[in-house]
């Protein structure tokens, strides 16, 4: 694996969190985003993460020291890019924004670079062409809290190298994740094949008026043994990411159900401002939701 110099285009929920990741690792980091307002508010937030990694890792002030020096930001592309060994993907979950963002990244990036997409719902072969490098293209996708919940699924498409495909692989290990390769493409890889019809299960039931959100989550947790049941983990994932796959379903299927959800999470959520852990509100009050509360079980 020849992958020294990565880049993170996208600081939000997830891309701050690889940057971070691979910089804890050993690995030079460049954080990319569109601005450099964004980019301060991400250095904040690496700054809260610092104190996560403390309390779950045991890490210490030399790792963390040396994590924040292999830290650099930029708001520039060409810049961003221009030693980038491996480029990971983490703009938001829409694909004209994707395919607007390989567009402008294929003109700029070195040759070497690899382009890793952290779509959680969108394949890597609806943005292959775009890349104008499909060869060097794969998906490479991290769960949420990824210091902890430490997957990484790596999924080419049909024209991506087996090489490097194997070369993310071996990057993922190094960067301490488990590495869980897909061999065709799927929607949604494993995890989400199985979380979102979960997620969207719940929702409904919530929607429809049959049960309230710790009710459902009582029942998910108490019957399986979870320590969180669905909306706890919409909360983690963000409201604005259920929101926005809800409202790609519901544009291309009119499906009624969908439509319902998409205005009841725009209504309830959205325009509230409470989009989850991130904005401490979103099902659940943070720093202490209702359902690690001690008797939230019985």
């Known amino acids: 694996m020849n992958f020294k110099n990565v880049t993170v285009a996208g600081s939000g929920v997830l891309g701050y969190q690889i940057a971070f990741q691979t910089a804890f690792h050993g690995f030079k980091v460049t954080v990319y985003d569109i601005n450099d307002e964004v980019l301060d508010k991400a250095k904040a937030k690496f700054d809260r993460l610092s104190k996560a990694y403390i309390h779950d890792l045991q890490a210490t002030d030399e790792q963390l020291k040396a994590t924040f020096e292999n830290l650099s930001y930029c708001s520039d592309l060409a810049e961003a890019v221009k030693d980038a060994d491996l480029l990971i993907e983490a703009v938001p979950e829409n694909p004209k924004i994707k395919i607007s963002f390989y567009e402008k990244l294929a003109v700029v990036a070195p040759e070497k670079t690899v382009f890793a997409t952290n779509s959680s719902t969108l394949l890597p072969s609806q943005f292959a062409a775009a890349t104008q490098r499909p060869e060097k293209f794969v998906a490479l996708h991290f769960a949420n809290e990824i210091w902890k919940h430490n997957t990484a699924e790596i999924m080419g498409h049909p024209g991506t190298n087996e090489q490097v495909f194997n070369e993310v692989v071996d990057f993922a290990k190094a960067i301490g994740m488990i590495a869980l390769p897909l061999y065709k493409e799927q929607p949604g890889y494993i995890l989400n094949s199985l979380l979102v019809p979960l997620l969207g299960a719940a929702t409904n039931l919530l929607v429809n008026g049959v049960s309230d959100v710790k009710t459902i989550d009582k029942t998910w947790m108490v019957a399986t043994g979870a320590p969180v049941g669905p909306f706890g ?27 319902k959800t998409v205005a009841f999470l725009k209504e309830n ?19 202490d939701p209702a359902y690690k509360d001690k008797d939230f079980l019985k």
């Open 233 to 259: 983990i919409l909360d983690v994932v963000g409201i604005t990411t259920a929101y926005n796959i809800n409202k790609m379903a519901a544009d291309k299927t009119q499906d009624p159900i969908k439509i």
């Open 269 to 287: 959520f959205i325009d509230k401002g409470k989009l989850g852990v991130a904005t401490g509100e979103g099902f659940y009050k943070y720093p």
